[in-house]
């Protein structure tokens, strides 16, 4: 059964009881069901949650400054959830540039989905998936930005930062011709996707020569979560690198994927 239930959307440590409580219910109702809370891993949740869902930021420590997630474990504490059947995910959010505020130092060097962030960090989340062995990614919306009589060719800003939570455009006929109302994905939006085929390309290379294989390929590309490449050329060439491999381990393996 791979169905899921959200317990509760960023709780803080005070919410925890009534967290626990909706977690027992829910296990009690249908135990197929898979708790997820966006929440860093905590053992007063443990018992409950089946998938962790940190916040990008929450992943690692950023040298320098306080703890920004008031809380953030040890990596490896997720490799033993997920050896016993759990899983991680994540998700970035107005925190990666500073929520509604003017962001200081802290907040630079974060994947985005801000417009005006290098198109490096809309890519960037999947080699970041790859790296800690993350199986989803949230996000809260694609078109938050609609609505109220906003018009979100003129204005997409919302929560200190242009395009948060809007990936698609109105494809409204007074804007792109024709009869019918259709999406129109962002720039963003496209550059999301060649990150997944990035990662496709990951797994193609692990099927085909282990996972050891892929780790060459990522550390030229990620280092930390605040710590990437943003040259984009760089990524053509890594992506460039890793067909070529594919190709190799294709050949060796008698041309089957």
């Not at 997920?82 to 959010?93: E, N, V």
């Not at 809260?140 to 929560?159: H, T």
């Not at 979560?225 to 190709?247: C, H, I, M, N, T």
Request: charged residues 25%; contains cysteine; aromatic residues 12%.
């Amino acid at each position: 059964m791979n169905r899921r239930a959200a317990l509760w959307d960023e709780p803080a440590s005070r919410d925890f009881p009534e967290v626990l409580n909706r977690g027992k219910v829910s296990m009690q109702a249908e135990p197929r069901l898979r708790n997820l809370v966006t929440v860093p891993f905590t053992r007063k949740l443990e018992e409950v949650v089946q998938i962790w869902v940190p916040l990008v930021n929450c992943l690692e420590l950023k040298p320098g400054y306080p703890d920004f997630c008031d809380g953030t474990p040890p990596v490896d504490a997720y490799a033993r959830e997920t050896k016993q059947g759990k899983s991680l995910w994540f998700y970035q959010s107005c925190a990666s540039h500073g929520c509604n505020i003017v962001g200081g130092p802290y907040f630079a060097g974060w994947p985005s989905y801000m417009i005006d962030m290098p198109g490096a960090s809309n890519r960037v989340m999947q080699w970041l998936a790859w790296k800690y062995r993350i199986e989803g990614e949230l996000y809260y919306s694609m078109d938050e930005a609609y609505g109220q009589d906003n018009d979100p060719w003129v204005n997409i800003r919302l929560f200190g930062g242009n395009g948060d939570g809007t990936l698609f455009y109105p494809g409204r006929p007074d804007r792109i011709g024709g009869r019918t109302d259709i999406p129109i994905e962002s720039i963003r939006l496209k550059l999301i996707r060649e990150g997944m085929e990035d990662y496709e390309y990951l797994a193609l290379l692990a099927k085909l020569d282990g996972t050891q294989s892929t780790g060459q390929y990522v550390d030229r590309i990620v280092k930390k979560p605040y710590l990437w490449e943003s040259r984009p050329e760089f990524f053509l060439k890594v992506r460039q690198d890793l067909g070529e491999a594919l190709d190799r381990a294709a050949a060796r393996s008698g041309g089957s994927m």
